[in-house]
């Protein structure tokens, strides 16, 4: 399976600030990448579908102006945190999948913001 | 709409035993795909086993197989000789050809006894 990496892994930041947070993919190009959300024993959530070279497609619900996502390389794909809040502390997990016509989605490990 | 259900949020066995997650799907598609992700405590994501809707024959990988029941839109995982290390959060997730999303069920949680 793909690898694939997130940094910051945990960063804690002041309300009002932005955060972004990388993922990347380490061993293959990949040309949509996901981003989810994740609350405490709750499920994922998709937040956004990201492909290379054009804009995001954001779920119902989610603020495309607060979540700013940038795919701008085949191995990276960026989530901006913009103006962060404490409702939004939340664990943001981004997934790539293995070519166009593939169907098997890899994660990374995940990002734990807290915003205080 | 597709529709992933996982009905049992918690589940609890002792190690070396063997226990089975159930799941359910919705779906008018023909073409799609079924997994079974594990989320242990580190929160990691990982493909445990992955099952075409075209093939007959159920996905095996080691400890770990389905019984995917096309008729019946189900897809049950079962865990033989459970680990310790199997303690984990276990998602069933779905998605059809040509889509880009995954929907994923609720979530089981598995413990695992010494």
């Known amino acids: 399976g793909a690898v694939v990496s997130q940094h910051p892994s945990w960063v804690i930041c002041k309300s009002g600030t932005s955060v972004k947070i990388e993922c990347r993919s380490l061993d293959f190009q990949a040309t949509t990448m996901f981003w989810y959300r994740q609350f405490p024993k709750q499920s994922l959530m998709l937040m956004a579908t990201s492909n290379e070279g054009s804009k995001a497609t954001y779920e119902q619900g989610v603020e495309k102006d607060k979540f700013l996502i940038n795919h701008a390389s085949l191995t990276l794909s960026t989530l901006t945190v913009t103006s962060a809040h404490p409702e939004d502390s939340s664990f943001y997990i981004c997934?790539?999948?293995?070519?166009?016509?593939?169907?098997?989605?890899?994660f990374g490990p995940g990002t734990r913001l807290t915003v205080l | 709409a597709q529709t992933v259900t996982q009905s049992q949020p918690e589940m609890s066995v002792q190690e070396a035993e063997t226990v089975t997650l159930s799941c359910t799907y919705d779906?008018?598609?023909?073409?799609?795909?079924l997994f079974w992700y594990k989320q242990p405590p580190s929160r990691q994501m990982i493909l445990v086993i992955r099952?075409?809707?075209?093939?007959?024959q159920n996905a095996t990988e080691n400890r770990f197989s389905v019984n995917f029941q096309k008729a019946a839109k189900s897809f049950s995982l079962k865990i033989s000789d459970s680990q310790l290390g199997d303690t984990a959060m276990y998602f069933c997730a779905f998605t059809y050809q040509g889509a880009q999303k995954l929907v994923f069920g609720q979530g089981t949680r598995l413990t695992i006894n010494p």
């Open positions: 099952q075409e809707a075209y093939k007959q």
């Open positions: 997934s790539v999948r293995q070519g166009a016509l593939t169907d098997t989605q890899y």
């Open positions: 779906t008018s598609e023909n073409n799609y795909y």
